[in-house]
Structures are given as C-alpha cells and as structure tokens.
Nanobody, 125 residues
C-alpha cells in the first residue's frame, strides 16, 4: 500500500504546540514534495503548507505563516509539521500527501496522492 501515515494529533490549549509526523513504510519520501492539508467540520479541505523534495523550499498558507514550520528527516523517512501558537481555528483533521513533482509551486491546485488517514488536532481550552 502506497499510503502515508500521519500521527501526533491531539487536544491542546490555545497558544500551545503540537508536532505532527508523516511517514511511509513502503516507499521513500525524499523524492517527493509533501503537502499538509486540513479539513475542519463543515469546511472544504485547505492547503496548509508544502515542503519540496529537497526541503529547501516551503510554501505556507497565510493563516499559518510564522506559526507552522515543516522539516524533513530523510533517515527516518519522515516529514514533520511543527505547529506553534495554536488557535481554535486550527482545529481540523490534518492530512499529508505526496506530489510526484518534487516542487511546491502552485501546490494548492496540484494533484497529490497517497493520502494518509489523517490525524485530529483540537485546539480548545
């Protein structure tokens, strides 16, 4: 199965932090750009960020700039999403997916594959 697995979600208070991971057991991630997306109840899925295959380019949605960062750990075949200063409006199911092209340009409109099952992030006091 060529699917990604997300983990690390949970319940956190506003202004708290969480780190999500995205990994694969059957293929290497280092040749793909990785996108993180989220979907809140009753809302459409939105792009959160994309990190290129090299890790040198990152694109962030305006809503998370300055608060979220992405990084890659090739040795662990993992992409991390560090989320700081969390807000209640960040509450959503977070998904990662691969883009066969290694770059992130126009990632919001690109085709992604191998979607994971998602991990729930809830920001609430």
């Amino acid at each position: 199965q060529f699917r990604l697995v997300e983990s690390g979600g949970g319940l956190v208070q506003p202004r708290g932090s969480l780190r999500l991971s995205c990994t694969a057991s059957t293929f290497a991630l280092d040749q793909y750009a990785i996108g993180w997306f989220r979907q809140a109840p009753g809302k459409e899925r939105e792009g959160v960020l994309c990190i290129s295959s090299s890790g040198l380019s990152r694109y962030y949605a305006d809503s998370v700039k300055g608060r979220f960062t992405a990084s890659r750990d090739t040795a662990k075949n993992t992409v991390w999403l560090q989320m700081n200063s969390l807000k209640p409006e960040d509450t959503a199911v977070y998904y990662c997916a691969i883009r066969t092209a290694g770059f992130c340009t126009d990632y919001e409109n690109a085709v992604f594959a191998s979607w994971g099952q998602g991990t729930q992030v809830t920001v609430s006091s």
